[in-house]
């Protein structure tokens, strides 16, 4: 059967029968490739064909013989296909067209953007969501004057190449790419890291909609000791592309990209390091363990009836060398990288750390509280989840998160709940990879625990998504300054809006399904989260800002619901990072 068969044919999406279509595999298919590799497969009057290795999309010659039919069957269902296709498809499609045409009146006329990016937003819509982005681009710059001055002739020409660019091609206007891929880089960098503002305009104009060759002179010509950037981030972004396929956008794609460049450049902090170690580790384990991953996609892709008799040994055996290439990789080339970094061995630095420091106590305990929250939580809402509705059993998470993070978490040790967070990132992405491409013994469990929280944004591709994104959300800020702002806007503000919106919501947003009373909900949600963590937990008095008011952390959570509810991209992800962000300049004074 098809690899990702299970993971979209058991969701309600509108999506999943293109991907059960492709069910029946005959041996004709051919087996995509892992970031240029192939693996040939015998093939009878037909080529192979290379995708990505996480591609649902299987083109196949499916032949009378692989279906089990005669071929006197086989071709009196043609013309019967035929047939239907000319009676009910063309004509058919031209009598509805007919019957529903209407002419546009001021009534029913709206004006939409076209469709990019997957997204379709409305006139209106783009307008708030661009003023919010804008003035927190303004607030950066005027909290942040001096380090544009410092390089203000990089700065005006990296701005004039981008307002050139922008005008030639005006349909970039419509995307979400203007607010998120060039400006809040830019806005991030001058929150809190303002040396790092002509790394980030760089690749800002790497991320030009330009021909490849005329990129990479352009960005040569504006910082010739620097080129090299725009080829590191070109490499990063195909490797995300290619392993994430249509599951991101190419604004999300594009983002990731200038993340994890800026974690490759300038990770200096010991959770960084670490965080940096792991994902490129597990990169450069992917390129051995490749074969091995695409012999069992092979054998899984087989209908059943053509698999081998002992195929679930051969995958087991194939797998056992997987992980024996990911464990060597650990032990060899991530503890190498890590004792180059730290100045000793990872491993002892992490005893010392954990057991024979001062503050091993308190980190055990933090250990220990999580521990028992997994241990008591996971149990009760797989139990639990059958009886509520797909946004319950979302949204209980976002409450765990609150639970598990906030009381024992920032406050108490940022620096050891920031490295937890890097190496629960890790975890997460890496058995999203066996879930992915059904690696055995551990794939397909992982992905019967997470198909009952898969909605319509998990089927847009092969990966699913929403479980990374809500750890992104929660640890961005936690990485950037230890910043509970994700953990608030998550688990308190994002999870009632929903809540509330999906059950007394009336009055919609202009052109979106997002309500009025769900923004109310957020605010409100949002806002008693800020005050609870800054007058009643210990320790988050200094990590929101001494002076934070009532007046700006109401602007903050309002701020925030407003773009919650007109944003365009993933709101698990931008929504409390840019609430990181209002919070952070905000308080930006006295922090200095």
């Not at 303004?138 to 942040?144: E, I, K, S, T």
């Not at 806005?187 to 330009?210: C, E, F, G, R």
């Not at 139990?383 to 976002?398: L, Q």
């Not at 007394?504 to 947003?509: A, D, I, L, S, Y």
């Amino acid at each position: 059967m098809s690899l990702f068969t299970p993971a979209f044919s058991l969701t309600e999406s509108r999506r999943s029968s293109k991907y059960a279509a492709s069910v029946a595999v005959s041996p004709k298919s051919s087996v995509p490739s892992l970031l240029g590799s192939s693996l040939d497969t015998s093939t009878t009057g037909s080529s192979s064909r290379s995708s990505s290795f996480l591609s649902a999309d299987i083109s196949a010659e499916v032949s009378p013989e692989s279906r089990n039919v005669t071929d006197d069957e086989a071709e009196r269902h043609s013309r019967t296909a035929k047939g239907r296709q000319g009676s009910h498809g063309k004509r058919a499609r031209r009598r509805r067209a007919k019957r529903h045409r209407y002419s546009p009146t001021r009534s029913n006329m709206k004006v939409l953007d076209g469709v990019k990016d997957g997204y379709n937003l409305g006139f209106r819509k783009k307008c708030v969501e661009s003023l919010l982005i804008v003035g927190a681009l303004a607030l950066a710059v005027q909290h942040n004057w001096p380090a544009i001055l410092e390089n203000a002739n990089f700065v005006g020409i990296c701005a004039l190449i981008l307002v050139a660019v922008l005008i030639i091609r005006q349909d970039y206007w419509t995307m979400p790419s203007v607010l998120y891929i060039y400006l809040f880089p830019i806005i991030l960098t001058l929150t809190d890291y303002p040396q790092y503002l002509p790394l980030n305009l760089l690749l800002s104009v790497s991320a030009l909609p330009l021909p490849t060759e005329i990129l990479s002179n352009l960005v040569v010509a504006v910082s010739p000791h620097t080129a090299e950037v725009y080829y590191l981030y070109s490499n990063v972004t195909e490797i995300v592309s290619t392993l994430t396929t249509t599951s991101l956008s190419p604004a999300e794609t594009s983002l990731a990209g200038t993340l994890l460049v800026n974690l490759l450049l300038n990770a200096k902090q010991m959770d960084m390091v670490f965080l940096r170690a792991f994902l490129f580790g597990s990169l450069f384990s992917l390129w051995p363990a490749t074969p091995f991953v695409l012999k069992i996609m092979q054998l899984t892709r087989l209908p059943r009836h053509r698999r081998p008799v002992d195929s679930a040994k051969i995958k087991m055996k194939y797998a056992y060398v997987i992980y024996a290439i990911f464990v060597v990789n650990v032990l060899v080339f991530v503890r190498w990288h890590l004792q180059t970094s730290l100045g000793r061995d990872p491993f002892a630095y992490m005893i010392d750390y954990l057991f024979l420091s001062e503050e091993s106590h308190r980190r055990l305990g933090m250990l220990g509280y999580w521990a028992t929250w997994l241990a008591i939580g996971i149990p009760w809402i797989q139990r639990s989840s059958n009886a509520w509705t797909i946004d319950i059993r979302r949204k209980v998470w976002h409450g765990m998160v609150v639970g598990m993070f906030l009381p024992s978490g920032v406050g108490w040790d940022a620096r050891f709940t920031s490295l937890s967070m890097a190496i629960a990132l890790t975890l997460f992405l890496f058995s999203e990879f066996l879930r992915a491409t059904t690696i055995p013994p551990l794939g397909m469990h992982i992905h019967d625990a997470l198909k009952r929280y898969i909605d319509e944004r998990d089927t847009c591709g092969p990966i699913v998504v929403s479980h990374i994104f809500l750890l992104l959300g929660i640890s961005v800020p936690i990485f950037l300054s230890s910043s509970p702002a994700g953990i608030i806007c998550l688990g308190f503000g994002d999870a009632c809006a929903s809540i509330i919106g999906r059950r007394v919501g009336k009055h919609r947003w202009f052109d979106s399904k997002k309500t009025l009373e769900g923004t109310a909900g957020f605010i409100a949600a949002a806002f008693t989260g800020l005050m609870i963590t800054k007058y009643a937990l210990s320790g988050y008095d200094s990590i929101l800002g001494p002076d934070l008011s009532v007046q700006w952390a109401l602007l903050s959570a309002i701020s925030t619901a407003v773009l919650e509810a007109t944003s365009g991209m993933n709101d698990n992800v931008i929504v409390p990072v840019y609430m990181y962000v209002i919070l952070r300049l905000g308080t930006r004074s006295q922090l200095v």
